[in-house]
């Protein structure tokens, strides 16, 4: 391949090599050549948020990052985050509060209401709502995405408690 070289990052909490092009959207090396399919693509315009990964402890929209920019990067996608088949704390809330439908904006989701839950432990509703705005769903019109994250916020701080 013509002008092609190797990118190195954690993926999941496992080193990665990977040989990209310099146009390369994250996303593509992803689902691609890393066979993580969870993050989706839902638009070409960086609003739907369904490609949302966590880079450097950062919510990042993988369809808007090159690849070639992820040197030595830390990445964690909705694969990585249920530990030995245990679920974490929002995909077992998002399972019990019918926080999705056809699912296909909940990799994206979930990845980035991890975050934010780290950015904020204890959101309000409308700081929820607002720590969410960049992901859309056509589905489940929100009110129990809201609900799935207010009820892994409780179940985090009690196990932190
Ligand atoms: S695919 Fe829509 S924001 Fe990335
Ligand atoms: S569950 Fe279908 S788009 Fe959100």
Redesign the pocket.
């Known amino acids: 391949m013509a002008n092609t070289h190797k990118v190195h990052f954690t993926l999941n909490g496992k080193g990665v090599s990977v040989e990209v092009e310099p146009r390369e959207l994250l996303?593509h090396t992803l689902r691609e050549k890393l066979a993580h399919t969870g993050p989706?693509?839902?638009?070409?315009?960086?609003?739907?948020?369904?490609?949302?990964v966590d880079v450097d402890g950062m919510s990042l929209?993988?369809?808007?990052v090159l690849t070639a920019q992820c040197e030595g990067a830390e990445m964690l996608t909705i694969e990585g985050l249920e530990q030995a088949g245990v679920l974490h704390a929002l995909q077992q809330a998002f399972h019990e509060e019918h926080g999705l439908q056809c699912g296909y904006c909940t990799p994206?989701m979930i990845t980035r209401a991890y975050r934010l839950l780290q950015e904020n432990p204890n959101p309000s509703e409308q700081e929820i709502r607002y720590g969410i705005a960049?992901n859309?769903c056509r589905c489940t019109g929100y009110q129990n995405i809201v609900k799935a994250v207010q009820s892994a916020a409780k179940k985090l701080a009690a196990a932190t408690a």
């Not at 693509?41 to 949302?52: K, L, V, W």
């Not at 929209?61 to 808007?64: A, D, L, R, V």
């Open positions: 996303i989706h693509i839902g638009c070409e315009t960086s609003h739907c948020g369904a490609c949302t929209k993988s369809c808007t994206g960049g859309l």
